[in-house]
Protein backbone atom coordinates (compact mmCIF):
# COMPACT_ATOMS: atom_id res chain seq x y z
CA UNK A 1 0.00 0.00 0.00
CA UNK A 2 1.25 3.31 -0.79
CA UNK A 3 1.31 6.11 1.45
CA UNK A 4 -1.08 8.56 0.92
CA UNK A 5 -0.38 12.70 -0.26
CA UNK A 6 -1.51 15.67 1.20
CA UNK A 7 -4.19 16.73 -1.28
CA UNK A 8 -6.56 19.00 0.95
CA UNK A 9 -5.55 22.05 2.12
CA UNK A 10 -8.56 22.68 3.79
CA UNK A 11 -7.54 19.59 6.06
CA UNK A 12 -4.70 21.66 7.84
CA UNK A 13 -5.19 23.53 10.73
CA UNK A 14 -4.95 27.27 9.91
CA UNK A 15 -1.04 28.32 10.96
CA UNK A 16 -2.55 30.29 14.13
CA UNK A 17 -4.23 27.18 15.63
CA UNK A 18 -2.37 24.59 15.06
CA UNK A 19 -2.74 21.36 16.49
CA UNK A 20 -0.41 21.76 19.26
CA UNK A 21 -1.88 25.05 20.21
CA UNK A 22 -5.40 23.25 20.50
CA UNK A 23 -4.20 20.48 22.73
CA UNK A 24 -2.13 22.49 25.00
CA UNK A 25 -5.80 24.80 25.21
CA UNK A 26 -7.98 21.55 26.08
CA UNK A 27 -5.61 20.45 28.31
CA UNK A 28 -4.75 23.59 30.18
CA UNK A 29 -8.74 24.33 30.07
CA UNK A 30 -9.59 20.75 31.81
CA UNK A 31 -7.40 20.96 34.69
CA UNK A 32 -8.46 24.61 35.03
CA UNK A 33 -12.40 23.31 35.30
CA UNK A 34 -11.31 20.07 37.35
CA UNK A 35 -9.86 22.31 39.71
CA UNK A 36 -12.94 24.62 39.79
CA UNK A 37 -15.36 21.48 40.03
CA UNK A 38 -12.95 19.51 42.90
CA UNK A 39 -13.01 23.09 44.96
CA UNK A 40 -16.90 23.20 44.32
CA UNK A 41 -17.02 19.41 45.88
CA UNK A 42 -14.61 19.80 49.08
CA UNK A 43 -17.19 22.88 49.91
CA UNK A 44 -20.57 20.95 49.03
CA UNK A 45 -19.20 17.32 50.46
CA UNK A 46 -19.76 15.39 46.87
CA UNK A 47 -17.45 12.58 46.89
CA UNK A 48 -18.74 12.16 43.43
CA UNK A 49 -18.41 15.93 41.94
CA UNK A 50 -15.07 15.17 43.32
CA UNK A 51 -14.24 11.87 41.80
CA UNK A 52 -15.44 13.33 38.66
CA UNK A 53 -12.87 16.00 39.21
CA UNK A 54 -10.14 13.41 39.58
CA UNK A 55 -11.34 11.78 35.97
CA UNK A 56 -11.26 15.14 34.11
CA UNK A 57 -7.30 15.78 35.32
CA UNK A 58 -6.67 12.04 33.69
CA UNK A 59 -8.29 12.97 30.72
CA UNK A 60 -6.47 16.11 30.30
CA UNK A 61 -3.16 15.34 32.16
CA UNK A 62 0.26 15.49 29.39
CA UNK A 63 0.41 11.81 29.02
CA UNK A 64 -3.35 11.03 27.88
CA UNK A 65 -3.58 14.34 25.31
CA UNK A 66 -2.20 13.91 21.88
CA UNK A 67 -1.35 15.28 18.32
CA UNK A 68 -0.81 13.37 15.41
CA UNK A 69 0.68 13.95 11.83
CA UNK A 70 -0.42 12.00 8.41
CA UNK A 71 -3.48 10.80 9.54
CA UNK A 72 -5.51 10.02 6.52
CA UNK A 73 -9.19 9.99 5.58
CA UNK A 74 -11.43 7.85 3.53
CA UNK A 75 -10.17 9.73 0.12
CA UNK A 76 -6.42 8.91 1.39
CA UNK A 77 -6.27 12.28 2.12
CA UNK A 78 -3.66 13.44 5.30
CA UNK A 79 -4.12 15.93 7.64
CA UNK A 80 -3.28 16.61 11.20
CA UNK A 81 -5.21 15.79 14.53
CA UNK A 82 -5.47 16.13 17.84
CA UNK A 83 -7.61 13.61 20.94
CA UNK A 84 -7.36 12.03 23.84
CA UNK A 85 -6.37 8.30 24.15
CA UNK A 86 -8.50 7.67 26.99
CA UNK A 87 -11.52 9.57 28.28
CA UNK A 88 -13.58 10.61 31.02
CA UNK A 89 -16.87 10.93 29.68
CA UNK A 90 -17.59 14.04 31.77
CA UNK A 91 -20.15 17.16 30.12
CA UNK A 92 -17.45 19.29 31.79
CA UNK A 93 -14.43 17.94 29.77
CA UNK A 94 -13.15 20.28 26.74
CA UNK A 95 -11.90 17.44 24.77
CA UNK A 96 -14.76 14.96 25.50
CA UNK A 97 -16.95 17.43 24.52
CA UNK A 98 -15.21 18.02 21.28
CA UNK A 99 -15.63 14.72 20.95
CA UNK A 100 -19.13 14.55 21.13
CA UNK A 101 -18.96 17.92 18.85
CA UNK A 102 -17.12 15.98 16.31
CA UNK A 103 -19.42 12.64 16.56
CA UNK A 104 -22.46 15.07 16.45
CA UNK A 105 -21.25 16.58 13.19
CA UNK A 106 -20.57 13.64 11.38
CA UNK A 107 -24.37 12.35 12.09
CA UNK A 108 -25.80 15.68 11.27
CA UNK A 109 -23.77 15.70 7.63
CA UNK A 110 -24.92 12.54 7.01
CA UNK A 111 -28.50 12.76 8.26
CA UNK A 112 -28.66 16.28 5.82
CA UNK A 113 -27.31 14.52 3.31
CA UNK A 114 -30.11 11.81 3.47
CA UNK A 115 -33.26 13.93 3.26
CA UNK A 116 -32.93 16.68 0.51
CA UNK A 117 -36.06 18.90 0.61
CA UNK A 118 -39.35 18.31 -1.03
CA UNK A 119 -41.43 20.39 -3.79
CA UNK A 120 -41.90 23.98 -1.46
CA UNK A 121 -39.94 22.83 1.30
CA UNK A 122 -36.17 24.59 2.58
CA UNK A 123 -34.11 24.25 4.73
CA UNK A 124 -34.62 26.66 7.83
CA UNK A 125 -32.60 27.60 11.33
CA UNK A 126 -34.96 27.72 13.88
CA UNK A 127 -33.76 29.39 16.95
CA UNK A 128 -36.13 28.79 20.13
CA UNK A 129 -35.32 30.78 23.15
CA UNK A 130 -36.94 31.30 27.07
CA UNK A 131 -36.93 33.80 29.48
CA UNK A 132 -33.88 33.36 32.03
CA UNK A 133 -35.05 32.12 35.35
CA UNK A 134 -32.65 33.62 38.05
CA UNK A 135 -33.12 30.83 41.11
CA UNK A 136 -33.57 27.91 38.48
CA UNK A 137 -30.11 25.91 38.21
CA UNK A 138 -28.43 24.42 34.90
CA UNK A 139 -29.92 21.11 35.06
CA UNK A 140 -33.68 22.29 35.93
CA UNK A 141 -33.41 25.09 32.92
CA UNK A 142 -32.28 21.83 30.84
CA UNK A 143 -34.85 19.53 32.20
CA UNK A 144 -37.64 22.33 31.24
CA UNK A 145 -36.46 23.50 27.98
CA UNK A 146 -36.21 19.68 26.54
CA UNK A 147 -39.89 19.09 27.84
CA UNK A 148 -40.73 22.58 26.22
CA UNK A 149 -39.67 21.05 23.30
CA UNK A 150 -41.16 17.88 23.43
CA UNK A 151 -44.34 19.57 23.55
CA UNK A 152 -43.62 21.78 20.59
CA UNK A 153 -43.23 18.65 18.45
CA UNK A 154 -46.64 17.65 19.31
CA UNK A 155 -48.39 20.77 18.07
CA UNK A 156 -50.52 20.61 15.14
CA UNK A 157 -48.47 23.39 13.80
CA UNK A 158 -45.12 21.84 13.66
CA UNK A 159 -46.05 19.17 12.72
CA UNK A 160 -47.61 20.37 9.34
CA UNK A 161 -44.71 22.36 8.90
CA UNK A 162 -41.17 21.03 10.17
CA UNK A 163 -40.93 17.52 8.20
CA UNK A 164 -37.30 16.65 9.78
CA UNK A 165 -34.65 18.35 11.17
CA UNK A 166 -31.63 18.53 13.47
CA UNK A 167 -31.52 20.19 16.87
CA UNK A 168 -28.82 21.63 19.70
CA UNK A 169 -29.42 23.08 22.54
CA UNK A 170 -27.41 25.71 24.12
CA UNK A 171 -26.68 28.35 26.96
CA UNK A 172 -25.21 31.36 28.37
CA UNK A 173 -24.18 32.41 31.34
CA UNK A 174 -25.14 35.89 32.62
CA UNK A 175 -25.54 38.02 35.70
CA UNK A 176 -29.14 37.39 35.91
CA UNK A 177 -29.25 33.65 35.27
CA UNK A 178 -28.82 30.74 32.42
CA UNK A 179 -29.91 32.05 28.61
CA UNK A 180 -30.91 28.38 27.64
CA UNK A 181 -32.23 28.11 23.59
CA UNK A 182 -32.57 25.25 20.96
CA UNK A 183 -31.14 25.72 17.27
CA UNK A 184 -32.85 23.54 14.62
CA UNK A 185 -32.11 23.06 11.06
CA UNK A 186 -35.32 22.04 9.99
CA UNK A 187 -36.45 20.88 6.69
CA UNK A 188 -39.84 22.54 6.16
CA UNK A 189 -42.82 24.33 4.53
CA UNK A 190 -43.28 28.17 5.36
CA UNK A 191 -43.07 28.74 9.16
CA UNK A 192 -45.03 32.18 10.10
CA UNK A 193 -42.96 33.84 12.69
CA UNK A 194 -46.32 34.79 14.70
CA UNK A 195 -47.52 30.96 14.82
CA UNK A 196 -44.63 29.63 15.79
CA UNK A 197 -43.82 32.27 18.79
CA UNK A 198 -47.31 32.09 20.48
CA UNK A 199 -46.63 27.81 19.88
CA UNK A 200 -43.71 28.25 21.35
CA UNK A 201 -44.69 30.53 24.21
CA UNK A 202 -47.28 28.25 25.30
CA UNK A 203 -44.93 24.95 25.34
CA UNK A 204 -42.78 27.25 27.60
CA UNK A 205 -45.23 28.30 29.91
CA UNK A 206 -46.36 24.78 30.39
CA UNK A 207 -42.86 23.26 30.78
CA UNK A 208 -42.49 25.55 33.44
CA UNK A 209 -46.15 25.50 34.65
CA UNK A 210 -45.44 21.44 35.13
CA UNK A 211 -42.45 22.04 37.82
CA UNK A 212 -45.17 24.82 39.91
CA UNK A 213 -43.52 28.13 38.50
CA UNK A 214 -45.29 31.15 36.64
CA UNK A 215 -43.19 33.06 34.21
CA UNK A 216 -43.02 36.82 32.67
CA UNK A 217 -42.07 37.15 29.12
CA UNK A 218 -40.21 40.79 29.27
CA UNK A 219 -40.86 41.75 25.55
CA UNK A 220 -42.76 44.00 23.68
CA UNK A 221 -45.03 41.37 22.59
CA UNK A 222 -45.10 39.51 25.69
CA UNK A 223 -44.23 36.53 23.95
CA UNK A 224 -41.03 34.16 23.93
CA UNK A 225 -38.51 35.07 21.38
CA UNK A 226 -38.23 32.90 18.00
CA UNK A 227 -36.08 33.24 15.17
CA UNK A 228 -36.70 32.07 11.51
CA UNK A 229 -33.97 32.19 8.71
CA UNK A 230 -33.66 30.91 5.28
CA UNK A 231 -30.53 28.36 4.93
CA UNK A 232 -28.57 28.88 1.79
CA UNK A 233 -26.14 26.18 0.77
CA UNK A 234 -23.96 29.13 -1.09
CA UNK A 235 -23.95 32.58 -0.41
CA UNK A 236 -23.35 34.92 2.34
CA UNK A 237 -25.57 35.36 5.06
CA UNK A 238 -28.31 38.29 5.83
CA UNK A 239 -30.45 39.12 8.80
CA UNK A 240 -32.68 36.82 7.02
CA UNK A 241 -30.84 34.15 5.72
CA UNK A 242 -27.94 31.56 6.39
CA UNK A 243 -25.50 29.95 5.23
CA UNK A 244 -25.84 25.95 5.89
CA UNK A 245 -22.27 26.02 6.77
CA UNK A 246 -23.13 28.41 9.50
CA UNK A 247 -26.61 27.26 10.55
CA UNK A 248 -25.11 23.42 11.73
CA UNK A 249 -21.94 25.29 13.32
CA UNK A 250 -24.74 26.91 15.01
CA UNK A 251 -26.95 23.61 15.81
CA UNK A 252 -23.75 21.68 16.70
CA UNK A 253 -22.10 24.31 19.34
CA UNK A 254 -23.25 21.55 21.53
CA UNK A 255 -23.84 23.03 25.02
CA UNK A 256 -21.18 25.47 25.90
CA UNK A 257 -17.78 26.75 25.31
CA UNK A 258 -15.86 25.50 28.05
CA UNK A 259 -14.59 28.60 29.32
CA UNK A 260 -18.08 28.84 30.86
CA UNK A 261 -17.78 26.27 32.73
CA UNK A 262 -16.26 28.39 35.09
CA UNK A 263 -18.76 30.81 35.35
CA UNK A 264 -21.27 28.46 36.87
CA UNK A 265 -22.17 28.59 40.65
CA UNK A 266 -20.61 25.84 42.94
CA UNK A 267 -23.99 24.36 43.57
CA UNK A 268 -24.96 24.10 39.67
CA UNK A 269 -21.04 22.80 38.63
CA UNK A 270 -21.76 19.68 41.68
CA UNK A 271 -25.11 19.03 40.09
CA UNK A 272 -24.37 18.79 36.66
CA UNK A 273 -21.23 16.62 37.74
CA UNK A 274 -23.24 14.28 39.97
CA UNK A 275 -26.01 13.50 37.51
CA UNK A 276 -25.99 10.44 35.90
CA UNK A 277 -28.60 10.71 32.77
CA UNK A 278 -28.64 14.35 31.01
CA UNK A 279 -31.28 15.58 29.01
CA UNK A 280 -30.64 15.15 25.03
CA UNK A 281 -28.86 17.84 23.89
CA UNK A 282 -28.57 16.88 20.10
CA UNK A 283 -30.73 14.79 18.23
CA UNK A 284 -31.96 14.42 14.74
CA UNK A 285 -35.94 14.02 14.37
CA UNK A 286 -38.42 13.11 12.05
CA UNK A 287 -37.95 12.12 8.54
CA UNK A 288 -34.61 13.24 8.68
CA UNK A 289 -33.78 10.40 11.23
CA UNK A 290 -36.00 7.66 9.66
CA UNK A 291 -33.77 8.29 6.19
CA UNK A 292 -30.87 8.27 8.09
CA UNK A 293 -31.58 5.12 10.25
CA UNK A 294 -31.94 3.53 7.52
CA UNK A 295 -29.02 4.64 5.06
CA UNK A 296 -27.19 3.27 8.03
CA UNK A 297 -28.79 0.00 8.30
CA UNK A 298 -28.06 -0.32 4.70
CA UNK A 299 -24.51 -0.01 4.72
CA UNK A 300 -24.41 -2.58 7.94
CA UNK A 301 -25.77 -5.03 5.62
CA UNK A 302 -23.68 -4.05 2.87
CA UNK A 303 -20.36 -4.64 5.13
CA UNK A 304 -21.58 -7.77 7.00
CA UNK A 305 -21.75 -11.43 5.55
CA UNK A 306 -23.89 -12.93 7.62
CA UNK A 307 -25.26 -15.60 4.76
CA UNK A 308 -23.74 -18.18 6.20
CA UNK A 309 -25.02 -17.86 9.54
CA UNK A 310 -28.43 -17.24 8.76
CA UNK A 311 -30.28 -20.38 9.30
CA UNK A 312 -27.50 -21.70 12.19
CA UNK A 313 -26.10 -24.17 10.22
CA UNK A 314 -22.74 -23.66 10.99
CA UNK A 315 -23.42 -23.11 14.82
CA UNK A 316 -21.94 -26.71 15.74
CA UNK A 317 -21.75 -26.37 19.49
CA UNK A 318 -23.13 -29.18 21.48
CA UNK A 319 -26.03 -27.80 23.99
CA UNK A 320 -27.33 -29.39 26.99
CA UNK A 321 -29.95 -28.04 28.83
CA UNK A 322 -29.28 -29.34 32.18
CA UNK A 323 -26.06 -27.46 31.86
CA UNK A 324 -26.32 -24.70 34.07
CA UNK A 325 -26.46 -21.31 33.22
CA UNK A 326 -23.80 -18.71 34.59
CA UNK A 327 -24.69 -15.32 35.00
CA UNK A 328 -22.35 -12.20 34.62
CA UNK A 329 -22.60 -9.19 35.80
CA UNK A 330 -21.08 -5.78 34.37
CA UNK A 331 -18.24 -4.86 36.54
CA UNK A 332 -18.86 -2.09 38.75
CA UNK A 333 -18.13 1.28 36.84
CA UNK A 334 -15.76 4.14 38.07
CA UNK A 335 -18.35 6.54 39.59
CA UNK A 336 -19.70 3.40 41.92
CA UNK A 337 -16.02 2.47 42.57
CA UNK A 338 -15.50 6.66 43.82
CA UNK A 339 -18.26 6.00 45.90
CA UNK A 340 -17.49 2.90 47.54
CA UNK A 341 -13.66 2.77 47.79
CA UNK A 342 -11.58 5.10 50.04
CA UNK A 343 -9.56 8.21 48.41
CA UNK A 344 -6.36 6.50 48.35
CA UNK A 345 -7.77 3.09 46.66
CA UNK A 346 -9.81 5.05 44.36
CA UNK A 347 -6.73 7.45 42.74
CA UNK A 348 -4.93 3.95 42.59
CA UNK A 349 -7.89 2.42 40.78
CA UNK A 350 -7.94 5.56 38.54
CA UNK A 351 -4.23 5.79 37.27
CA UNK A 352 -4.24 1.92 36.57
CA UNK A 353 -7.76 2.11 34.74
CA UNK A 354 -6.46 5.13 32.44
CA UNK A 355 -2.99 3.46 31.69
CA UNK A 356 -4.62 0.44 30.58
CA UNK A 357 -7.05 2.80 28.66
CA UNK A 358 -4.14 5.03 26.95
CA UNK A 359 -2.57 1.70 25.90
CA UNK A 360 -5.21 -0.07 24.33
CA UNK A 361 -6.39 3.08 22.53
CA UNK A 362 -2.93 3.80 21.58
CA UNK A 363 -2.42 0.72 19.84
CA UNK A 364 -6.31 1.18 17.75
CA UNK A 365 -5.34 4.40 16.62
CA UNK A 366 -1.66 3.03 15.51
CA UNK A 367 -3.13 0.29 13.55
CA UNK A 368 -6.43 2.73 11.87
CA UNK A 369 -3.38 4.85 11.09
CA UNK A 370 -0.56 3.30 9.23
CA UNK A 371 0.98 6.43 8.47
CA UNK A 372 0.35 8.66 11.26
CA UNK A 373 2.82 9.77 13.84
CA UNK A 374 1.36 10.36 17.59
CA UNK A 375 3.25 12.01 20.48
CA UNK A 376 1.48 12.97 23.55
CA UNK A 377 1.98 16.37 25.17
CA UNK A 378 4.39 14.31 27.70
CA UNK A 379 6.40 13.98 24.34
CA UNK A 380 5.51 9.97 23.95
CA UNK A 381 5.78 9.46 20.44
CA UNK A 382 4.24 6.55 18.39
CA UNK A 383 4.46 5.56 14.99
CA UNK A 384 1.72 3.85 12.90
CA UNK A 385 3.99 1.41 11.13
CA UNK A 386 4.25 -0.04 14.53
CA UNK A 387 1.38 -1.96 14.59
CA UNK A 388 2.39 -4.45 12.09
Known sequence: MSAPIRTSANLQAPASRTVQSIARSRSRRGV??????????????????????????????????????DLHNADGELFDGVGTFASCGARLCPSCSAALRRRARHRARAALASCPPLAGEYARLV???????ADASLLETMHVIQSAWSLLRKRKFWRESVRAGIKGVEFTVTSLGYHTHIHVLAISRWIAHAGLRSEWTHCVRAAWGARGREIAFNTP??????????????GGASYASITQESALQEVLKYICKPDAWLKVPDAHLVEVAEVARYPRLFEVFGAMRASHETERASDAETFLDTTCLSDGAQLLIPYSESSPTVARGRPPSLRSLALTSDRAAWLETLARHFAKRRAYRRGVLCARYSFAIFQ?????????VESR
Do not use: Q, Y
Open 32 to 69: EVADRLASAALAHDSKLALAVSDMMRECSSPANVWTAS
Open 127 to 133: TLTMPTV
Open 376 to 384: SLAGDVSFG
Open 221 to 234: TGEAIVDVRLVRAK
